[in-house]
DNA sequence: GTCTATAGTTCGATAGAC
DNA sequence: GTCTATCGAACTATAGAC
């Protein structure tokens, strides 16, 4: 872009792609901080300091414009994530399942990153999206989340000894549980604990989560095992 | 209340209760459904069938009317964790984990639960309020969940070896982000298992998500017990 | 592409009768 | 306690000039 605005006579996009993503940028906090419905078309053009027209322009209609918001960032969110995931099973190791977790939780946080925040604006909307049951968040889910959420179900099914393909899925869904609790900056493990804990500290979060997750799939598999052994030995079929 | 209204002459609020609380079950349930911000009054007043005035009249605003539908069920579900905790205190033989996490889950899917629907209402607006940013629900959260939450905490504490507190906070809220995970139904589970997996089948869920949280735990222990020892070992202060 | 101005709707809340 | 009627503000979206 650097050499478009080179010629003089085409200044093409600069001035009008800076506006383009200022808007992104201002929605992107503002659905953020207030939800869908919480947030102001109006509000966020003064934001991003543009006529509220404008983005009617650019994106049509106030949903239209969460898309454009949820695409950018997920595209490189589950990008940098479908690369750590390659990378891990391009070499002759098998990867351990840390370092798969790992792969899951930490694009979402750096992406974007803006170290003057506890976290970024996508993360806190990406949390209030993901356990809500409306349909538009289910849709965008299923759009730009599903795909990659596969590829980690089967890592683990690829990774983990003996476990199905139902308790690869179940334990998928309770690291992305886990790691909600982790995106959403509340206060509220300071709280609890009388300042020990810091959710804005997302190394010490991940140094806790990590070993939390990784457990809690062996101890699924673990379980699975030993109930199935019971009921091989005790002759039934259903428990 | 049973005692007033024998009274034939006071006609106190059986009718009248009968009101106040269907606008609570209807403000529940569409609560749940679009948010805070997504629901409306008129809404709310139609589906209880009473003059959207009258909403105004028992619960001043809506803000009013939102803190009135939580404190009914926190207070609900609150007290029977309570009480589970306490039963598995008063015998003479230490409780497992495993009870304490499922005293931890269990009411709050069991309140209120109308076997008609996947969810109670409730569950699903507690998802959508508890990892909110906004002010509203963290005022919320700390007024009605922060008290059972350090019971719970204390509980942990004292029945998992080795655990430090600040490991007890934050496993804790690593349990609730599970949780939520089971209780918001929004059908993804079914998606990415081809139908494996049942997000409305609560007791198929249980039996994953307790071996889970379980496992988590003690594995969060066993990995600062190493990481503790290594250290000691090679003598250096922090890592 | 970007603006101003505004149409048309819906919102939360209140006044006042019964 | 409960209703009808309505106010004033905020909302999304669009028309049309530049």
Redesign the pocket.
């Known amino acids: 872009m650097s050499a478009q605005s080179a010629l003089k006579t085409r200044h093409v996009?600069d001035?009008?792609t800076?506006?383009?993503d200022r808007i992104l940028d201002a929605a992107e906090q503002i659905f953020a901080d207030s939800g869908f419905d919480g947030?102001?078309?109006?509000?966020i053009a003064e934001a991003a300091?543009?006529?509220?027209?404008?983005i009617?322009?650019?994106f049509?209609?106030?949903?239209g414009l969460l898309e454009a918001v949820v695409a950018r960032r997920s595209n490189q969110i589950n990008g940098e994530r479908g690369r750590l995931l390659d990378a891990l099973f391009e070499g002759e190791r098998r990867p351990q399942l840390e370092d798969i977790i790992e792969a899951l939780f930490r694009p979402t946080i750096s992406v974007g990153h803006r170290p003057d925040q506890k976290r970024n604006s996508f993360t806190r909307l990406l949390v209030s999206m993901a356990n809500s049951a409306d349909k538009r968040s289910k849709k965008l889910a299923g759009e730009y989340y599903d795909g990659i959420a596969l590829r980690f179900i089967d890592a683990i099914e690829k990774i983990v000894p003996g476990i199905s393909r139902k308790d690869a899925v179940w334990v998928y869904m309770f690291a992305i549980g886990v790691g909600m609790s982790m995106m959403a900056p509340t206060g509220r493990p300071g709280r609890l604990s009388d300042g020990l804990c810091d959710d804005g500290d997302i190394e010490q979060m991940l140094s806790v989560i990590v070993p939390f997750v990784c457990a809690g799939i062996r101890g699924v598999v673990a379980d699975a095992t030993s109930k199935l052994e019971l009921q091989t030995k005790t002759g039934r079929k259903n428990p």
Chains 1, 2 share one sequence.
């Open positions: 996009s001035q009008g800076r506006k383009h947030a102001g078309m109006r509000q300091d543009v006529a509220q027209a404008l009617h322009y650019h049509e209609t106030k949903e």
